[in-house]
């Protein structure tokens, strides 16, 4: 009964490749994220979506694309992957409607290695 | 200036003895402060929030928000090697609807 799943686990791709990782949350939460962590364990917000709906798009390079299907699902697609794009994602899911407190539940991660 | 900063680690102690890990923030809009544990090779964990100034008790661990220094420590009391992990502080400016996190401090709680 996992919370936050997200597949794969592990990707190694080259460069110039397109990918999709896909995440399911269980927790009937409305908002879902996603985050990149560097090898220096900095973690940054990418996209955010609460009831299907785009809500925070950081700066990012447009070769990544979300999608949320319905509110459990979030999903990222990476086209023309880069050395620079290497790095662990980790989908979140949180219910904020109210509440300022809703942490964050993280899944497990996806390590992108691209050579 | 970054956003969220931490103390720079790594931060070594011996077991036993009370780790403290230290966080500031410039958004003074921020109304949410978590601290999440992150091992190597996990996920971060949430360990404890806090939202009014003051202190936080759960167990070993202790949190405290000064607002007006925007500042949120968490100390670990009686620490032990399990304790030995990656501890990230976050900020949460509920109308931004996102939490921004510090670069985090690694603890090493040595036997």
């Known amino acids: 009964d996992t919370a936050v799943s997200q597949t794969p686990k592990y990707l190694v791709t080259q460069m110039g490749n397109d990918k999709s990782i896909k995440c399911e949350q269980n927790?009937?939460?409305?908002?879902m994220y996603w985050y990149k962590q560097d090898s220096k364990k900095f973690l940054k917000i990418m996209f955010s979506?609460?009831?299907?709906?785009?809500?925070i798009n950081e700066t990012v390079p447009n070769r990544f694309s979300p999608k949320s299907p319905d509110k459990a699902h979030l999903n990222l697609h990476i086209n023309s992957l880069e050395l620079g794009d290497s790095a662990v994602y980790f989908c979140?899911?949180?219910?904020?409607?109210?509440?300022?407190?809703?942490?964050?539940?993280f899944g497990n991660g996806t390590r992108l290695t691209v050579t | 200036q970054k956003e969220v900063e931490q103390n720079s680690g790594p931060l070594s102690v011996p077991e036993g003895a009370i780790a403290s890990l230290n966080c500031t923030y410039s958004d003074r809009g921020s109304q949410s402060f978590f601290w999440y544990r992150q091992y190597s090779g996990k996920s971060p964990e949430l360990i404890m929030f806090?939202?009014?100034?003051g202190d936080k008790e759960d167990g070993r661990f202790t949190a405290q928000l000064n607002k007006a220094s925007q500042y949120v420590s968490l100390l670990i009391r009686d620490s032990q090697p399990s304790d030995s992990a990656t501890y990230l502080c976050?900020?949460?400016?509920?109308?931004?609807?996102?939490?921004?996190f510090g670069d985090g401090t690694t603890l090493t709680v040595k036997p």
């Open positions: 979140a899911s949180s219910q904020v409607g109210s509440s300022y407190n809703s942490p964050l539940h």
């Open positions: 806090i939202y009014s100034n």
């Open positions: 927790l009937g939460h409305d908002t």
């Open positions: 976050a900020v949460k400016n509920t109308n931004a609807g996102k939490s921004t």
């Open positions: 979506y609460n009831n299907k709906e785009l809500i």
